[in-house]
Each structure stands twice: as C-alpha cells, then as structure tokens.
C-alpha cells in the first residue's frame, strides 16, 4: 500500500511563506505524477498543484505565481513553496498520486493570520 506523510505546516502570517514536504512510500515514486489538494473547513477538497513524472507542473488558478510544486525523486519527495500566502490558503494540505490512491493521508495544517 502506498503510504502518504506530510510535513511542514503551522501558523504564519499573511504575505508569510511555508514549505510543505510529502514523501510517499511503497510505489516506484519517480513515475507516478504528483498532485497536493487541500481542504479549508467547510469546503470541499481542492486540486492546488500538480507535477508530472517529467516535471511538468499545473496550477490552480488561485495559487499560480505564488505556489511553487517540485519534487526530488532521489528522495521519494514531492514539495509546495507557498510564497505570499493569504488568510483563504488556511487550510489542511494533501498530497497525492495522480490519479489519487482513493486515500488520504493525515494532511498538514496551514494557518495564515491576517
């Protein structure tokens, strides 16, 4: 079973940055295409970034120009930079293979204080 871990949120402030790391076991991580989603409360669960096993990446466009996906498969490792982040980026972010394993890890909280 592929296993999902996420790391690197917390609280920040508004126009603050935070880096986000998933490092995902028990699949052959350099051809499977990466995808993080995050959930705010209330809300459904959105599609934020994407990268391709050639590195080819995607973007919401509420996110473009500020997010930043990349991955080090050395490292089994798919990354966020959020830069310039806002109160509406709180939420729980996930990582996941694209197409999703049709599970989830446990996420990771982001706050951003205004």
């Known amino acids: 079973q592929v296993q999902l871990v996420e790391s690197g949120g917390g609280l920040v402030q508004a126009g603050g940055s935070v880096r986000l790391s998933c490092i995902v076991r028990g699949t052959i991580f350099s051809i499977n295409a990466m995808d993080w989603y995050r959930q705010a409360p209330g809300k459904q669960r959105e599609l934020v970034a994407g990268i391709g096993s050639s590195g080819r990446t995607n973007y919401a466009d509420s996110v473009k120009g500020r997010f930043t996906i990349s991955r080090d498969n050395t490292k089994n490792t798919v990354y966020l930079q959020m830069n310039s982040l806002k109160p509406e980026d709180t939420a729980v972010y996930y990582c996941?293979?694209?197409?999703?394993?049709?599970?989830w890890g446990q996420g990771t909280q982001v706050t951003v204080s205004s």
């Open positions: 996941n293979t694209s197409p999703t394993q049709g599970y």
